[in-house]
Structure formats: structure tokens, C-alpha cells
């Protein structure tokens, strides 16, 4: 299995940017898809991005294209999201998470993936 720690939130003003990492541990870090999901009080996880193994294709939630970058260095163990251009209604937890299922699928849904990481806040003041 992997264990995996966000890191990087924090409170940002609206237009500004953060960079969020997950530090992976455990298992052959390559061999996971990776995701990041966030969690607005009252509201449910949702998908925001995610990436290959080989980090070769990345996904993104319409909400956040254009804005954040998925990123991952599989010889560090990490995973990257860029926030940049941010807007209050970002303002969630946000979760990493991955996936050790053979074929990376079903991506923006949270049953995908069988790891996740405890979370880092992000506050974006207007």
C-alpha cells in the first residue's frame, strides 16, 4: 500500500496561486494514478485533476481547466497541483489520492481510488 501527505495549503487572496504536494510513501510510486479532490464545507468531495503512471495524460474538472496544473515526479514520490488565477469558491480541503488498479479509469470518481491522504486546507479570501 501507499501512504500519502498534502501539504502546501494554506490562505491565499482571490487571483493568487498555491502549490499543493503529496508526498507518496510505500509502494512503487509509478504504479499509481493519482488524484486530487477537494471538499467544501457542507458539500461533497469532488473530482478537480488527475494524472497518468507516467504522467503522460492529465484530466482536469471543468471548474478548474485553464487554472490548475496536475503535475507528479515519480523518482521524488510526489505529486503537484498548481493553483493559479484562484477564486474563493475554491476554498476546500483538498485531498490526494491514488489508484492501484491496473488500468487507470473512472477517474473523477472517488471509488477509483483505494488510498487518500488526510487533506491540506486552502482559503481563498475575496
Known amino acids: 500500500q501507499v501512504q500519502l501527505v498534502e501539504s502546501g495549503g494554506g490562505l491565499v487572496q482571490a487571483g493568487g496561486s498555491l502549490r499543493l504536494s503529496c508526498a507518496a510513501s510505500?509502494?512503487?510510486?509509478?504504479?499509481?494514478?493519482m488524484g486530487w479532490f477537494r471538499q467544501a464545507l457542507g458539500k461533497e468531495r469532488e473530482f478537480v485533476a488527475a494524472?497518468?503512471?507516467?504522467?503522460?495524460?492529465?484530466y482536469y474538472a471543468d471548474s478548474v481547466k485553464g487554472r490548475f496544473t496536475i503535475s507528479r515526479d515519480n523518482a521524488m514520490y510526489r505529486a503537484y497541483l498548481q493553483m493559479n488565477s484562484l477564486k474563493p469558491e475554491d476554498t476546500a480541503v483538498y485531498y490526494c489520492?491514488?489508484?492501484?488498479?491496473?488500468?487507470?479509469?473512472?477517474?473523477?470518481?472517488?471509488?477509483?481510488?483505494?488510498?487518500w491522504g488526510q487533506g491540506t486546507q486552502v482559503t481563498v479570501s475575496s
Open positions: 494524472i497518468t503512471r507516467t504522467g503522460g495524460t492529465t
Open positions: 510505500g509502494r512503487t510510486f509509478r504504479n499509481y494514478g
Open positions: 489520492a491514488a489508484d492501484s488498479a491496473p488500468i487507470f479509469t473512472g477517474i473523477s470518481a472517488k471509488e477509483t481510488y483505494n488510498y
